[in-house]
């Protein structure tokens, strides 16, 4: 019968010198644990006799110097050691196997390498059914790879054989996969008050030619008060693998008390899917969107939108967007001018430079196509943010430029194309411990301004300061 691995034998506490058990996690004294209502949750101890230093006796064999080293790199997490070590130890005529790919797959989860790191972890409880800290580890590493399926098979399968700690552990993996594929609720509102709610020019004369007009009182920027609000629904399954179903749906909009003809509302779904792994997603998502602008309907618009992200490096993230979204408006007027489609995209990195501050910017582009060629355009834009925390303090920040050019010339200046240069600024600040049942109160400012050629119609700017609440479920 061939020998056991050295990390599997079940000895004495007075043999630890020689041996090890099996042991408990090995990933996670510097990984995050899975959210629960236990914030205090920490890796039970491993009760492992290589927590001292590795030692050798002097009728120790090379192969089993180079176990105890594989065993000791594995709990103490000295990769770089492990990675010198195991391509002499698989050089070893009777080198194990088993201990071979336990170890190898630690490094290859540490490296991020999740694929490889189950492929060889599931080869390990194939052949040894009755190693459950194995599978345990197997579990975890298909959790963090979001095979939340297999996953709960291997940790149900594993709880049993654990110790009553390790089985209240696995029972917060459990329950995190289940929240995290059960249905998420968030709320918003915002008092809300502008001085341009209709987007209009400030500026009052009008000269056409050799004739100069005056805009009536209508037609110049209007004041508005009122609210913000909205109510988000959403779910994401696993059906396989690594694939998952997922809905969206949104009710929002704005209300004005002293202006209803510009108040908003937006009905918004989708069903989409997505391939998520450790370290990026894909998605395909049709959508739909209703929109009503004061009482009557104003537009419909249908689309779909297709996102990746990706995490290159514990610190840097790649995403992109690209989206198609067809515009129908109701009104007859409108819709022979304004009806058409949208092509867009994006492209944005983020940057981890401190566990409490993160840095954001990019890159998007937009080509609209309507009917009336003087109405069609192309963006392309900037951006950049920050989201910083200080203790319990947060604040966000984020700038944007976009430079608007279109088709055709203007039906009121036939000389001219329009060109609009557009720059906004947002920035939120907040107290995570100034809350109510999850509802945290946001203290922002927002500001617009649009510089066109044609001033008369399009330059605006407005600025406000609102209250928002937030809450996510």
Known sequence: ????????????????????????????????????????????????????????????????????????????????????????YQSQPQHDVTLYRYALGAMLRAERNHKQAIRLYQQIVDEKPELAYPRFDLGVMLFENKQYR??????????????????????????AMKERQGWKADVEWQYTQTDNVNNASSQQDILLGK?????????????????????????????????????????????????????????YAALGYHYRSALQSLGLT???????????????NYGITADLRR??????????????????????????????????????LSYQAKPNWLLFGGVEGSLDRSKDKAESSLRRGVNLGTVWQIKDFATRL????????????????????????????????????LQWKGFIPKLNYRYRKIDSNIPEFYSRKSGEWFLSVERSF
């Open 150 to 175: 297999q996953a709960k098979a291997e940790l149900e399968r594993a709880k049993p054989a654990l110790s009553p700690a390790m089985q209240q552990f696995t029972q917060h993996y459990l329950e």
């Open 211 to 267: 004739l100069r007009f005056k805009k009536d009182k209508d037609s110049l920027p209007q004041k508005a008060h009122g609210f913000r609000y909205g109510l988000g629904l959403s779910r994401e399954i696993n059906v396989s693998g690594n694939h998952f179903m997922t809905v969206n749906s949104r009710f929002g909009g704005v209300h004005y008390w002293d202006n209803q003809d510009y108040s908003e509302k937006s009905l």
């Open 398 to 433: 984020s700038i944007r430029y976009v430079k608007r050019d279109f088709r055709a010339k203007n039906f009121y200046f036939p000389t001219k194309k329009r060109q609009d240069k557009e720059y906004d600024f947002n920035a939120s600040l907040w107290h995570n411990k």
């Open 1 to 88: 019968m061939k020998k056991l691995p050295y990390f599997i034998i079940l000895l004495p506490l007075v043999t630890q010198a020689e041996t090890f058990q099996v042991p408990q996690p090995i990933f996670f004294e510097k990984n995050i644990v899975p959210k629960t209502e236990d914030p205090q949750i920490k890796t039970p101890e491993k009760s492992t006799t290589l927590s001292a230093p590795v030692t050798f006796n002097q009728d120790d064999s090379a192969q089993t110097k180079l176990e105890k080293l594989i065993n000791y790199s594995v709990v103490k997490q000295q990769w770089g050691i492990l990675k010198q070590t195991l391509p002499l």
């Open 311 to 348: 995490e290159l490096t514990a610190l840097w993230t790649f995403s992109a967007t690209l989206s198609h979204t067809q515009k129908r408006y109701a009104d007859a007027n409108v819709a022979r001018r304004h009806n058409g489609y949208i092509n867009g995209a994006t492209l944005s």
């Open 286 to 300: 049709p959508f739909f969107e209703q929109n009503w602008l004061g009482a009557p309907r104003y537009s419909q």
